[in-house]
């Protein structure tokens, strides 16, 4: 069985997600010709090898090339739904955003077909999230594990004003997950990156016994002292008797 293991020791975000997979093997002509499919213009996709803290890293940056409108989940729905994505891509990938649309509609107590995902529905974050479940797909994954996620404080500026950190859909979404306060006052763990983690991975805790086969690094965009890259093991599954995480049923 092929696993994957998040090591989330810097904290998590869309385009994290989306690097680290790429920098695992996933090739990147391969995954912009998959996101052709989805009826989506007006972006680029920059994919580059760069250094953090002296790891080597893969950048990923959504280059928007025109204006864009706010979107609420029944847009996102259609625009995946009328892609030519397989039907496993299509059904995650809605998973992730009916997830983080339920998350705000909740934060800010309306109903979710009213909630407009502003920064989440914008392209790049279509992009990262689509393009994170065809990674996965194309790397073979058979099932995803992750660390416990450290959160950081402080107040991030948004469509909303000031909101605490964690945001409180973040906060929403990592309802049942492990977590632990670090001394940053960062956004570590985005919404769209616990929305794409909680929606994909089985389980949370210790890595579990596994023959490493592969290293992959996701950079991120957060200036910090500390290596702002999300590290993601490859490999096959040792030993399935040994159950060192927290399990957790995934969302639908």
């Known amino acids: 069985m092929t696993i994957a293991y998040f090591d989330c020791f810097s904290g998590i975000a869309?385009?994290?997600?989306?690097?680290?997979?790429?920098?695992?093997?996933?090739?990147?002509?391969?995954?912009?010709k998959e996101?052709?499919?989805?009826?989506?213009?007006?972006?680029?996709?920059?994919?580059?090898?760069v250094e953090c803290n002296h790891?080597?890293?893969?950048?990923?940056?959504?280059?928007?090339t025109e204006d864009h409108h706010h979107r609420n989940l029944s847009d996102i729905n259609d625009i995946i739904k009328r892609s030519t994505l397989t039907p496993?891509?299509?059904?995650?990938?809605?998973?992730?955003f009916y997830n983080l649309g339920n998350a705000e509609a909740k934060i800010h107590n309306v109903n979710i077909e009213d909630v407009h995902f502003h920064e989440v529905g914008a392209v790049d974050s279509i992009v990262d999230i689509v393009g994170s479940v065809i990674a996965v797909t194309l790397l073979g994954i058979d099932t995803i594990y992750c660390s416990p996620l450290p959160l950081g404080?402080?107040?991030?500026?948004c469509e909303h004003g000031l909101l605490p950190l964690p945001a409180p859909a973040t906060v929403e979404l990592?309802?049942?997950?492990?977590?632990?306060?670090?001394?940053?006052?960062?956004?570590?763990?985005?919404?769209t990156g616990a929305a794409v983690i909680t929606t994909l991975a089985s389980a949370f805790g210790q890595m579990p016994p596994m023959k490493i086969t592969q290293i992959g690094y996701g950079r991120g965009k957060l200036p910090s002292k500390y290596p702002s890259v999300l590290r993601v093991f490859l490999g096959e599954l040792e030993n399935t008797s040994r159950k060192n995480n927290t399990t957790k049923k995934r969302k639908k």
């Open 14 to 32: 869309g385009d994290m997600i989306l690097g680290a997979l790429i920098d695992l093997g996933v090739d990147e002509t391969v995954l912009k």
């Open 35 to 49: 996101l052709k499919k989805l009826p989506l213009t007006g972006y680029d996709i920059l994919v580059k090898k």
């Open 55 to 64: 790891i080597a890293a893969t950048d990923v940056t959504v280059i928007i």
């Open 88 to 96: 496993q891509v299509k059904k995650l990938s809605q998973n992730i």
């Open 153 to 157: 404080h402080g107040f991030v500026s």
């Open 174 to 191: 990592l309802k049942g997950i492990p977590v632990y306060t670090v001394e940053r006052n960062q956004e570590t763990v985005t919404p």
